[in-house]
């Protein structure tokens, strides 16, 4: 592969790396840029929202005069269809790909790139993906419409299951009975409703979105467990999938429904995610007690915000660390004047991992607070510019709380009811409004 190459596909992995998109993430493997890891996010309002897929993405030597092959590899060990593009061997029948044979203009130029295809795949990702399967004539009949709503549920449950939950299962290291001990691989556990326990035949061990699944998943529960309560009434519980026109032995979805077990599994998910987080704090301690340079890091870095704070004479702020220990931050927020939160005290809570950077932050506000951006556990859902350093985190919490007038976009709400309201009609602003006002004036009681 030339340099030319090598530099195109790195320019690309960073472009996407640091680009705002919550859509999407890319990782490769140190010993071959060439050999790419990729994560779609699926289309909020779909069957497939807010799953986690996963893609290979190969470039020959040739790359970008030919493109990348791309394979899906959320396919429950090549026993699951997710759609008409998106095969349960792996195969990823797009156009630009030339695995799929589309209109004149559709196919592969040197113009396009990673970024492009990733965003392809997740067009696939329909609210009605029944419609784009092939042979499918546009018809309406009855027949069609309730193989389109059959299609949809399974879908439905099937990301939950394989895009959400079991990814988290395997690395969290939760059995089948619920209980946990610490994975040894990325194999996913054997799960009662599929026929055998998944796996991978890789034989190089590379999860590098494993905290990223942590994170969302902990900003998307609420929308998961929404999904579920609005899902179990359609279907009963092992009911088998109804079998589709197009689909064959080797290319379908099969299995059976059990949302009331999905609701549990994500229950036990969040709790191992949970425990693990409270525990960051403590392993924190002893890295701080062997004078480990994450410890004096972060010590440092804490003393400079704080200092910074006091500079700038900014007292809507409260920053500490707990019983001195750099790895759990408590930050006391006072409602900035004139804002919707005037007059709140709200207690947030940074918990810090012992391999920060590589782990992320998770924070919770721990005073009930009707936000769109906090879930109703108290997590917050943020975006640093910066994701190494820690004033960055601090800034970007603060904007989350105060933004008054951000754009729509339901992969950035994690509370289901607030941005119903908020983003609602005007009557519904005003419950929102009254809702938040009402949780600023407890604060302080």
Not at 166 to 173: D, F, M, V, W
Not at 388 to 401: D, F, K, P, W
Not at 425 to 437: C, G
Request: aromatic letters at 10%; hydrophobic letters at 30%; charged letters at 25%.
């Amino acid at each position: 592969m030339s340099d030319q190459s090598i530099l195109r596909i790195t320019r690309e992995i960073k472009h996407i790396q640091h680009n705002a998109d919550l859509s999407l993430a890319v990782a490769y493997k140190d010993s071959d840029i060439r050999d790419v890891t990729a994560i779609v996010l699926g289309t909020p309002g779909t069957p497939y929202q807010f799953g986690l897929f996963e893609f290979s993405i190969n470039f020959g030597k040739d790359y970008p005069a030919t493109p990348p092959i791309v394979q899906i590899t959320t396919t429950n060990g090549g026993r699951c269809r997710f759609g008409p593009n998106l095969y349960a061997g792996g195969k990823v029948c797009l156009s630009i790909l030339g695995t799929w044979g589309g209109q004149r203009g559709e196919e592969w130029s040197s113009a396009q790139g990673l970024e492009s295809i990733l965003i392809s795949i997740q067009s696939l990702m329909s609210n009605n993906p029944y419609e784009n399967e092939p042979g499918y004539q546009g018809a309406h009949t009855p027949e069609d419409q309730e193989n389109s709503q059959a299609y949809i549920e399974k879908i439905r449950h099937e990301t939950l299951r394989l895009a959400v939950i079991q990814p988290l299962e395997s690395s969290l290291g939760i059995q089948p009975d619920g209980t946990v001990k610490p994975s040894e691989s990325k194999n996913a556990s054997e799960d009662d409703e599929c026929d055998d326990p998944f796996e991978d035949e890789n034989d190089t061990f590379f999860e590098p979105f494993v905290d990223l699944r942590k994170r969302r998943f902990l900003w998307y529960f609420d929308s998961y467990t929404q999904a579920i309560k609005e899902a179990e009434p359609h279907v009963r519980r092992r009911q088998r999938f109804k079998t589709m026109p197009f689909e064959t032995e080797d290319n379908c979805m099969r299995g059976h429904f059990n949302f009331p077990e999905l609701g549990r599994r994500l229950i036990r998910v969040k709790e191992a995610i949970l425990k693990e987080t409270h525990k960051w704090p403590m392993e924190g301690l002893e890295a701080k007690k062997q004078e480990g340079s994450l410890a004096v890091s972060l010590q440092s870095q804490y003393e400079q915000i704080v200092e910074d704070f006091n500079h700038r004479h900014n007292f809507t702020v409260d920053l500490r660390l707990v019983d001195g220990n750099p790895f759990l931050w408590e930050l006391t927020y006072f409602g900035r004047p004139m804002t919707q939160l005037d007059g709140g005290v709200f207690k947030i809570k940074i918990y810090l991992s012992p391999r920060f950077p590589d782990e992320q932050p998770r924070v919770v506000v721990d005073t009930d607070l009707f936000h769109y951006r906090v879930a109703k556990d108290g997590t917050l859902c943020y975006f640093p510019q910066r994701t190494e350093e820690m004033r960055h985190h601090v800034e970007a919490i603060l904007e989350a709380l105060e933004e008054e007038s951000p754009p729509y976009d339901p992969r950035t709400t994690v509370n289901p009811e607030a941005s119903r309201l908020f983003w609602g009609s005007p009557e519904d602003r005003k419950n929102y409004n009254r809702a938040l006002r009402r949780s600023v004036q407890k604060s302080v009681e």
